[in-house]
T-cell receptor, first 113, second 113 residues
Framework: DAGVIQSPRHEVTEMGQEVTLRCKPI?????LFWYRQTMMRGLELLIY????????DSGMPEDRFSAKMPNASFSTLKIQPSEPRDSAVYFC???????????FGPGTRLTVL | KQEVTQIPAALSVPEGENLVLNCSFT??????LQWFRQDPGKGLTSLLL?????REQTSGRLNASLDKSSGRSTLYIAASQPGDSATYLC????????????FGAGTILRVKS
């Protein structure tokens, strides 16, 4: 299995632009998680899905952030409009129902100028 | 609100030393605790998972203990090697019905050859 796949690996954009991050979970996994990692705040859960349904989005910082999971093999995290304080590494992770082990992707390093 | 603290923030040791990383959490009503390893520019890899009913878990040179009542966990690494150099994060899962992990800020470990 290829593991969790994220794209792009690096994204540099200017303030005000729309940014879309993509994630392909491990096949057969029921849960998908989006995290953000910064030096100041560490690793924070933004939102997670179970069987493509958003379960908890309380970690989404603002309305500028939105996440979707149109099918079991694909999810997006969108920031519109982006701001410099959104600069961070965004991780996607997936897991099986009944298992506490989350498998993380390599992350997308976002820089907003 | 659950808070997870890791001490020390950074640690540098010579190869071969045994070392201990510490993790504390404020709310003892956890479901489980995990230790992760993060290499630079990469995602997280789960090392050990301890259920709330367990007191320790071992994998190779790694041993993790859990004292739920005092809100503490330690990760013991025996005979450290340069390949152990990485950031180590602990995370607690709050409640059986949720899949949210709360992470500590991590300990950056450097093992010198």
């Amino acid at each position: 299995d290829a593991g969790v796949i994220q794209s792009p690996r690096h994204e540099v954009t200017e303030m005000g632009q729309e940014v879309t991050l993509r994630c392909k979970p491990i096949s057969g996994h029921d849960y998908l998680f989006w995290y953000r990692q910064t030096m100041m705040r560490g690793l924070e859960l933004l939102i997670y899905f179970n069987n493509n349904v958003p379960i908890d989005d309380s970690g989404m910082p603002e309305d500028r952030f939105s996440a979707k999971m149109p099918n079991a093999s694909f999810s997006t995290l969108k920031i519109q409009p982006s701001e410099p304080r959104d600069s961070a590494v965004y991780f996607c992770a997936s897991s099986l129902v009944g298992s506490d082990t989350q498998y993380f992707g390599p992350g997308t390093r976002l820089t907003v100028l | 609100k659950q808070e997870v603290t890791q001490i020390p923030a950074a640690l540098s040791v010579p190869e071969g030393e045994n070392l201990v990383l510490n993790c504390s959490f404020t709310d003892s009503a956890i479901y489980n605790l995990q230790w992760f390893r993060q290499d630079p520019g990469k995602g997280l890899t789960s090392l050990l998972l301890i259920q709330s009913s367990q007191r320790e878990q071992t994998s190779g040179r790694l041993n993790a203990s859990l004292d739920k009542s005092s809100g503490r966990s330690t990760l013991y690494i025996a005979a450290s090697q340069p390949g152990d150099s990485a950031t180590y994060l602990c995370a607690v899962k709050d409640g059986e019905n949720g899949n949210k992990l709360v992470f500590g800020a991590g300990t950056i470990l450097r093992v010198k050859s």
